[in-house]
């Protein structure tokens, strides 16, 4: 029985002990070493590790992975002294613990520190563009600007910043109705202008158009007129060979030609019938 007293004791000091002078580092975690209050060294791989029992030395464990840091919105002037109230956030991890615990010590410590990084440096930023590259057409371009420029200054701190972005730029209540009756104001001075534009170019087209249909139109009638003169030209050579062929039975056809249309049923011709018109009529009734 006192053999499993002693046992017992042995075991519980053996514990005891052990836990004095071992620790567990987490996946996802990272751990500071502090001896005798100052900070002497980094874990950072998991498993078991030894120290010296305490109080000779503690541990101190950080989060390893990718953290967020979102700012309250703000007020920011733009370079045309446009005031946007910017809704930004920030991606950053602990990349040195030991750097990390000397300057902030503390989770919150860094997101004091980052809102007054982030925030000085977005500001100074976007005072150098004016509103329109910052809701969109350089927009890209800046932050990547400002990501680079906190990630400068937060290196001391042991912080690494993989990102800051603007989740939301809104106008000052009191500023929206403003600059949107600008908006549409600079818009409908586009609208018009392109609309006069469009304008001037149709003129453009209608007169050429119109030009266009005159030379055809004179190059149709030339060939039409040609065409005429020379179907005239080749019936009259047509008469003049039948005329040279038998003179006198070319005159008949012609007369009865002329009869045919001179002469109807409703046709009264009060005429001397000695006229020559009437010669092949007289001979028809001898």
């Not at 600008?182 to 006069?196: F, N």
């Not at 179907?231 to 045919?260: H, M, S, V, W």
Request: negative net charge; proline residues 4%; glycine residues 6%.
């Amino acid at each position: 029985m006192r053999g499993l007293i002693i046992l017992a004791v042995v075991v519980v000091v053996a514990l005891v002990a052990i836990g004095l002078v071992a620790y567990t580092v987490d996946e996802t975690q990272q751990a500071v070493i502090v001896r005798m209050g100052n900070p002497v060294r980094t874990v950072k791989e998991p498993g078991l590790h030894f120290k010296w029992p305490f109080p000779i030395e503690s541990v101190h464990t950080f989060d390893d992975r990718v953290l967020e840091y979102d700012a309250d919105p703000e007020p920011i002037y733009t370079k045309d002294k446009k005031n946007l109230i910017v809704d930004n956030y920030a991606r950053w991890r602990i990349e040195d613990p030991l750097v990390f615990m000397k300057a902030v010590r503390t989770r919150s410590g860094a997101q004091s520190r980052l809102d007054d990084i982030v925030y000085s440096v977005l500001r100074e930023e976007l005072g150098k563009h004016v509103l329109l590259e910052v809701i969109s057409e350089n927009r890209e371009e800046i932050m990547v600007a400002v990501t680079y420029r906190c990630r400068e200054q937060a290196k001391g701190l042991g912080i690494g910043i993989l990102d800051v972005r603007i989740k939301r730029a809104d106008l000052p209540q009191e500023n929206e109705k403003f600059v949107f009756n600008r908006m549409r104001a600079e818009r409908s001075r586009i609208a018009m202008q392109y609309r006069s534009e469009g304008e001037e170019a149709a003129l453009k087209i209608r007169a050429q158009t119109d030009l266009d249909e005159r030379e055809i139109m004179a190059g149709a009638y030339e060939k039409s007129e040609n065409l005429k003169g020379e179907g005239d030209a080749e019936a009259l050579g047509i008469y003049a060979n039948a005329y040279e062929k038998d003179p006198n039975f070319y005159a008949f056809i012609r007369t009865l030609q002329a009869y045919e249309k001179a002469i109807d049923k409703h046709t009264v011709l009060v005429l001397p019938p000695t006229m020559k018109f009437f010669q092949y009529l007289e001979a028809g009734t001898k």
